[in-house]
């Protein structure tokens, strides 16, 4: 058998072993990850190769996954077709697709060619959000997600003169000046400029987030959700030596990661805490837990196994958690809200809940929305217009003397 043959069989038969959780197991990224490091026959570049191709097929599972019952080389083939061409997956692309014809860079000659019809987003999701259903919009959620980087530090330089040494293209965004895409299929972690601190890896759409609200330098803060720290960071950056930033999370692994973070970006104005905060702080930022339908290109997983009950639920803790953490806003204080959704449920629906309810906060407006449209005091960030993931961002502010 050739190479490429018995490939072909290894991924069948990962597709095989994963395609009982597929669409039940949010947590499948780990599955997939224990099967590929599991097999020792795998080198690196086979676990590139089967890691595209099986994301590959999530992405276009309503595609696929209906040959595997009937013609499972066609699958494979598929799936192959529908892979971005990387060094991992050029020369089985070649090697299984023979006369088939470039892939086309349009969805609709895409399914015109396979012969498919089946929507590639859950129906039930146009309520939520019926601009993801907008060709260009659908595209980019199909689409690999870009690697987007945020530079760090008064040396802008550092990073993008070690890229241009080491052969990497990159390019900087157009939209923030501070955020780098690199475009080569690379390891960014092992760079020195990841080591000491320069760059961070945060999409630019979650850049977008802190700088759409136009910060001053220096002031008391608070991130009441900061997980692992992308924003924590950023925040960090933003408010510069003079700010001060409570980062806060109940799960302790996540802010040790953030502390070893800080400590690589040189950034000694970010405190952790687990307990709830009793005091109140110039601003909050609430990046608040959600179903994460704005991260399918990169999880897209995630489309098959999120149902609307679980974002009707993520809405009631994210109204919860805002609800809680407003009474950490001092009069005149600053509160910005942010998901990594676009379901309208826990964006748009949860703000006007919210506002009902705590009617001494009001809307702030944003110092850019980068072409976006602002409703009811806050903005979602589509994909397709920078390449991003999906957010949304709300800027509120508390009466002074409430």
């Given at each position: ?40 026959a795998f ?57 088939w ?10 399914a ?22 907008e060709p260009?919009?659908?595209?980019a ?10 530079e ?5 330089g ?97 802010l ?12 000694d ?33 995630l ?44 964006n ?55």
């Amino acid at each position: 058998m050739s190479r490429a043959g018995s490939q072909e069989q290894n991924f069948l038969h990962l597709l095989a072993a994963l395609r009982p959780y597929w669409r039940r197991e949010a947590g499948l990224p780990a599955r997939i990850q224990a099967l590929l490091s599991g097999n020792r026959a795998f080198g690196s570049r086979d676990r590139r190769l089967y890691r595209e191709l099986i994301y590959t097929t999530l992405r276009y599972l309503p595609w696929i996954e209906p040959l595997l019952d009937t013609e499972p080389d066609r699958a494979a083939q598929a799936a192959a077709w529908l892979a971005a061409e990387t060094s991992a997956t050029q020369a089985f692309r070649a090697a299984l697709l023979g006369d088939w014809p470039p892939c086309p860079p349009t969805l609709a000659d895409r399914a015109a060619f396979l012969q498919a019809s089946a929507s590639l987003l859950p129906a039930w999701f146009h309520e939520h959000c019926p601009e993801a259903f907008e060709p260009a919009q659908t595209e980019a959620l199909l689409a690999r997600a870009p690697l987007w980087l945020r530079e760090q530090g008064l040396d802008a330089g550092i990073a993008t003169r070690e890229f241009d040494a080491l052969g990497w293209p990159w390019r900087r965004s157009e939209t923030l000046a501070s955020a780098l895409k690199l475009t080569a299929d690379v390891d960014v972690t092992k760079s020195e400029a990841y080591r000491q601190g320069h760059i961070e890896v945060q999409d630019l759409g979650s850049q977008l987030i802190l700088a759409s609200i136009g910060l001053a330098p220096g002031g008391d803060w608070l991130d009441a959700c900061a997980g692992a720290g992308g924003k924590t960071l950023q925040l960090a950056s933003l408010l510069g030596p003079a700010g001060r930033i409570d980062a806060h999370d109940v799960r302790p692994a996540a802010l040790a990661e953030l502390r070893i973070r800080a400590q690589r970006a040189g950034l000694d104005t970010i405190t952790t805490i687990t307990t709830a905060p009793t005091r109140t702080y110039d601003g909050v930022l609430v990046d608040a837990p959600c179903s994460g339908t704005g991260t399918w290109r990169r999880a897209p997983h995630l489309k098959w196994t999120t149902t609307p009950a679980q974002i009707e639920a993520a809405a009631k803790q994210q109204l919860a958690l805002l609800l809680d953490f407003s009474h950490n806003v001092r009069p005149g204080g600053r509160l910005v809200y942010a998901t990594c959704s676009l379901s309208q449920h826990e964006n748009g629906d949860v703000l006007t809940a919210f506002l009902a309810a705590r009617p001494e906060f009001s809307p702030e407006p944003f110092a850019t929305t980068f072409g976006f449209t602002p409703q009811a005091g806050g903005f979602t960030i589509l994909p397709a217009r920078h390449d991003t993931d999906g957010f949304f961002v709300a800027s509120l502010r508390r009466r002074p003397g409430s």
